[in-house]
Each structure stands twice: as C-alpha cells, then as structure tokens.
Nanobody, 121 residues
Framework: QVQVVESGGGLVQAGGSLRLSCAAS????????MGWYHQAPGKQRELVAVATTGGIAHYADSVKGRFTISRDNANNTVYLQMNSLRAEDTGVYYC???????????????WGQGTQVTVSS
C-alpha cells in the first residue's frame, strides 16, 4: 500500500548538476529513514546518502562535498542535490524509505523503481 516514486533524472554534462526527488505515499505513520542508492552499470547497488527524521545525514565517501540530501517530512519527500557530476555517477538512482505504517514499532523497507542519471564525459 506504500508507494515510493523517484523523479528528476536525465542527461547532464560532467561538472553539471541535477536534483532528484522522491515522494512516498500511502499508509504512512512515520519514515524514520529515507535515502538514495546508486547502481552503476554492471555493479551492485550501493548507498549514496541517507537522512533520518531528525535531520541526521550520512553520505558515501565518493559523494561527500558534492551531493546534499534533504527531507520535507510534511510531504514525505526526500531530495538529492547532485553537483559536480562525474561520469562514474552514471546509473540508476533508487529511493529507499523505511516506513512505519502504524504506532507499532515495526518498519518495512520500500523501494522506488529508480530514475536514470547519465553523465556525459
């Protein structure tokens, strides 16, 4: 019943910027953790950035200083501002939301379908 949808991907030149958006909807009580994963061609999916409800953010070493994650808790939305993009940033970006659907202390992980980012060199 929970749906996660990403948007904002596209084609950009190296050194350029993109802003990805992810909105969660459905039976949501809270989202303690919401983040972004990257899957480059031929590689496994890996964490890019994650943000908690309290505003604590964590980043992969490869994107520190270039990407910024932010959350709009009122709208169950998370953003990823991507600056100084490199060719190796190319791939599919997936949004993840660890959703609590009731007052019960149980969380379920939900994934979006992904949005393609292509950085030309």
């Amino acid at each position: 019943q929970v749906q996660v949808v990403e948007s904002g991907g596209g084609l950009v030149q190296a050194g350029g910027s993109l802003r990805l958006s992810c909105a969660a909807s459905g039976s949501i009580f809270s989202i303690p953790s919401m983040g972004w994963y990257h899957q480059a061609p031929g590689k496994q999916r890996e964490l890019v950035a994650v943000a908690t409800t309290g505003g604590i953010a964590h980043y992969a070493d490869s994107v520190k200083g270039r990407f910024t994650i932010s959350r709009d808790n009122a709208n169950n939305t998370v953003y990823l501002q991507m600056n100084s993009l490199r060719a190796e940033d190319t791939g599919v970006y997936y949004c993840n939301a660890d959703v609590q659907t009731s007052a019960q202390p149980v969380q379920y992980r939900h994934w979006g379908q992904g949005t393609q980012v292509t950085v030309s060199s």
